[in-house]
């Protein structure tokens, strides 16, 4: 085999650098964030911590921390029970009408973020939701569906149509035989679910941007302002927080497959 | 067919409905929605729709869309592709390392990393500062504000969508095929080019599709590193709504954007399949 | 309607005043006061609001409307003992009309513009102003109107940082668009407002003329054109905060930004890298209007517009915030620092031209079209 062959060489060598493309301006809000100046610069006399007090200390940074917290474990809640009966359904009927079903469902993937934030906002503004906790929750549940129900119907892949039938012809009802064969087949999935649902709504800006004022405030709307605002390093902060609880979490997800 | 099975399959809707009727309530009726407000406001009629064909900025603003959508696709599939092979093809070190670093992005908001790329690319950023530093250049480069921003901000966080369905492509592949060419004379181009490319084709047009399609709709990025003049259709769209009021553009804009975006993945299905790149990717 | 009211302008404002208070440069005394000034709350008059129960201040609220709120509740109540209602939700001309027409008013007091105090003046919903009580001598010039009078001003102007541009800064709008003897990228508002008049000077037209050049198409094509041919130098500001960002961050060096802006950046920027000119600006005033059967009474409403034209509180808004008094009285006594900051000078006053609502009622809707066309296209 020619292993070192240019070719070989020139894709190994590419992919590395643009894996670094991919990672390194993620990275780049780290040093920032230790910077001891209170402009956005790499540390120059020392690191500091002020930034991270900064954010720590501070009332708004926090309150919106934990609203985005609480928006997502609500939307990863209603998503991933409302998406798990949904792909259940539809992996025991497995026909047209649920195929078409589950296009509609998958919708919100496809529809531009702004095009949706406007039916929501004019939606909202008639149902009484704007700028409430319910109304945000009920868009992001909706934006998290599709992800939800895509990877509960990909873990159902592996489960063996047999099993339920069998389930039934042992007596057993249709509610029973969820619950207790196809559910815990559909477990990895509903979990994958969950997470994905949780980052969506905890990312999700376009949206909140348009259907809160300023009763409802989340974390990605804080550093949306904070951008336009002024471009301090608190944002920085921030933004190392999240980016090393990522990384720790896909650490031990990695870890507990392997 | 007996009673036991029909109610059964009233059971499986049961099941299904709950989703399915928040989905249409809460999200498709608004859509629809927005199609009635486009032909109601300021007034009933297609006057929107003739801006359309009359205001100059509307279409530029298009063509802008769908230029850096396609540029961006462009980039994206190259560098995709590359990065796919080299975690099929190369050595078995490292590939684990690879995978997870193309799957990171997915993790961390659009957001920040769009700040990351105004830290990096600002005419003060830590890339101009660099430059200047190392005395490669005595005045600052514009980086952002521009197209140039927005693309390689865009392209940033498109890539990991053009990797999945290349990688998930590159997976099924055997190399025998290869191989073979390769035993018979062939160089190692001409058999990737001639046998080994064609059979990644479905997966190159499926990450195209699906690239290009949330392209259209990007919002954040071009808003924060466009400086205004990269003015893509979603920020046409609250630039309209939110600095005149103008639903009846806005709306109009927006169902026009969706219909393009419905046009493209229609256009594409010949080419794409599409279960595969929506449905049932995951 | 048209409703010609900057809003965007009054958001900022109330930005603007949190922005100084989050940075400590506002005591809470003086946050409260400046804020009572700007109407946001009414004064602590020696018992001139004895008998009111209640005044209703509407505003532009904000982001920062959440902390004022907090400040407000808690010392105003406590020092006199008259709840205040503060309503941050923006009284746009629509919805005065809507509220007055409803039949149930609750607005004492709104903090409006010159357009919509002739509209809903005409309109009969709001209140004209008693000069009987609210002193016309001490509103500048064409800030009086029948319906509406002149709370506070503001302008838009030429910002540059000297440091950038090697001291040489530019005068002129001319000098703006003059892009060999001054490099770098300018940032104009993503809207027309305020943005026309300055290509419009930089072509040669004077001052005074400057709304009978943009009266004709021609007039309007040829300012627009001017944006066309500098679009390579323009980063577009959208808010308040981002046109501060942008000097901030040293992305442009020299613009068309908000005074009050300007005020802010004047003690952000370094030492010589930032400084402002009038000459040329737009002045535009904030007008106070009452809506009709206002819960208050007209009386109260009146006493309070008049208590606000105290040349003293104004000159402490000049200071905290920026906002140029409204009452020609405050001039002489802003401190000597402050006075070229101060959009309503006298100095500056003479090189500046009053904002037309009318032109903008008129053409601003086609004009901003062609504007973002010049600059994208």
Not at chain 1, 124 to 145: E, N, P, S
Not at chain 2, 101 to 110: G, Q
Not at chain 3, 86 to 91: A, R, V
Not at chain 3, 232 to 246: A, C, F, P, T, Y
Request: include cysteine.
């Amino acid at each position: 085999m020619h292993n070192r062959s240019f070719f070989r060489i020139f894709m190994q060598t590419g992919a590395w650098l643009i894996l670094a493309f991919l990672l390194l301006p993620m990275l780049v809000v780290i040093p920032v964030s230790l910077t001891d100046k209170s402009y956005i610069s790499l540390p120059q006399d020392g690191l500091s911590m002020q930034h991270y007090t900064n954010y720590f200390t501070s009332a708004e940074w926090l309150w919106a921390t934990g609203t985005s917290l609480f928006i997502g474990v609500g939307v990863a809640l209603c998503a991933t029970v409302l998406g798990t009966a949904f792909a259940i359904g539809c992996w025991f009927l497995s026909d047209r009408m649920s195929t078409i079903a589950r296009w509609i469902l998958i919708t919100p993937i496809l529809v531009p973020p702004v095009v949706q934030s406007l039916g929501f906002y004019r939606f909202w503004v008639q149902l009484g939701l704007i700028d409430t906790y319910t109304g945000v929750i009920l868009a992001h549940t909706l934006l998290a569906l599709p992800y939800v129900s895509i990877s509960v119907f990909a873990a159902l892949a592996n489960l063996d149509r047999r099993i339920p039938q069998a389930a039934r012809s042992l007596g057993a009802s249709v509610w029973t035989t969820v619950i207790s064969v196809v559910v815990p087949a559909a477990k990895p999935g509903m979990m994958a679910g969950a997470i994905f649902a949780f980052i969506v709504s905890f990312d999700e800006i376009v949206g909140v941007l348009f259907i809160t004022v300023r009763n409802v405030q989340t974390l990605p709307k804080m550093i949306w302002q904070g951008i336009q605002d002024n471009i301090d390093p608190t944002i920085a902060a921030v933004a190392t927080v999240l980016t090393v609880i990522t990384l720790v979490l896909m650490a031990v997800g990695a870890l507990r497959k392997s | 067919m007996t009673p036991g099975l029909l109610t059964d399959r009233h059971r499986y809707w049961l099941l299904i409905l709950p989703a399915l009727a928040v989905m249409i309530i809460f999200y498709i009726w608004p859509l629809v929605n927005i199609l009635g407000i486009s032909v109601t406001e300021p007034e009933p009629g297609l006057g929107n729709y003739a801006l359309l064909a009359e205001s100059r900025p509307i279409q530029t603003s298009f063509i802008i869309t769908f230029r850096v959508a396609a540029i961006t696709t462009v980039f994206c599939l190259v560098l995709g592709y590359i990065v796919s092979y080299a975690i099929y093809n190369a050595s078995k070190r490292g590939v684990g390392l690879m995978v997870a670093l193309v799957l990171l992005p997915f993790w961390i908001s659009v957001l920040i990393r769009s700040f990351s790329w105004i830290v990096l690319l600002g005419r003060s950023g830590l890339v101009n500062d660099a430059l200047m530093g190392m005395g490669l250049i005595d005045r600052p480069l514009r980086l952002m504000h521009n197209e140039f921003g927005v693309l390689i901000a865009m392209v940033h966080v498109m890539l990991p969508f053009a990797v999945l369905p290349i990688m998930a492509n590159m997976k099924g592949i055997d190399r025998s095929f290869v191989n073979a060419a390769r035993g018979l004379g062939a160089s190692e181009w001409t058999a990737f080019w001639q046998v080994y490319f064609p059979q990644t084709k479905p997966g190159v047009l499926s990450a195209a599709l699906l690239v290009f399609v949330l392209s259209l709709g990007f919002y954040i990025t071009p808003a924060l590193l466009g400086g205004g003049r990269v003015l893509m259709i979603s920020e046409y769209i609250t630039y309209q709504i939110q600095e005149f009021l103008k639903w009846g553009t806005g709306t109009m804009l927006s169902v026009t954007l969706l219909v393009a975006t419905g046009v493209v993945i229609l256009a594409a299905a010949r080419f794409v399949n599409l279960r595969r790149a929506f449905l049932e990717r995951g | 309607m048209t409703d010609s009211v900057d809003h965007e302008f009054r958001r900022d404002l109330v930005e603007v005043a949190a922005h100084r208070y989050r940075e400590g440069r506002l005591t809470r005394r003086g946050f409260i006061a400046a804020l009572g000034a700007l109407g946001v709350l009414p004064m602590m008059g020696k018992g001139a609001m004895a008998q009111a129960s209640e005044l209703v201040i509407v505003n532009w609220g904000g982001t920062a409307a959440d902390i004022i709120k907090e400040v407000l509740g808690d010392t105003y109540t406590a020092e006199t003992g008259v709840p205040v209602v503060i309503d941050g939700s923006g009284p746009s001309a629509g919805k005065i009309r809507a509220m007055v027409e409803s039949g149930a008013v609750v607005w004492d007091v709104c903090d409006s513009g010159p357009g919509s105090a002739i509209i809903l003046g005409q309109q009969g919903v709001i209140q004209p102003i008693d000069y009987n009580v609210v002193d016309k001598s001490k509103v500048i010039e064409g800030a009086t109107w029948e319906y509406g009078v002149g709370n506070y001003v503001y302008s838009y102007v030429l910002a540059s940082n000297p440091k950038m541009l090697g001291g040489n800064t530019p005068q002129t709008w001319a000098d703006v668009w003059n892009v060999k003897d001054f490099p770098g990228m300018r940032t104009f508002r993503k809207s027309v407002r305020g943005m026309l008049e300055s290509a419009t000077m930089a072509m040669g037209v004077a001052p005074e003329d400057v709304y009978e050049a943009l009266g004709t198409q021609d007039g309007i094509d040829a300012a627009i054109d001017k944006f066309r041919q500098l679009r390579e130098n323009i980063i577009v500001w959208g808010s308040g905060s981002d046109s501060q960002n942008l000097f901030l961050q040293e992305e442009v060096s020299m613009g068309n930004i908000w005074s009050t802006r300007a005020h802010l950046l004047k003690d952000e920027m370094e030492e010589g890298s930032f400084t402002v000119t009038f000459n040329g600006g737009v002045l535009s005033p904030g007008v106070w209007v009452v809506p009709n059967d206002n819960p208050a009474g007209t009386e109260e409403a009146m006493k309070f517009i008049a208590f606000a034209q105290d040349p003293e509180l104004q000159v402490k808004w000049l200071e905290l915030i920026g906002s140029g008094p409204a009452n020609p009285a405050a001039s002489p006594l802003v401190p000597d620092a402050l006075k070229p900051w101060n959009p309503s000078s006298p100095e500056n006053l003479a090189t500046q031209i009053l904002y037309n609502d009318e032109w903008y009622a008129k053409n601003q809707i086609a004009a901003e079209e062609l504007y973002v066309d010049a600059l994208i296209n």
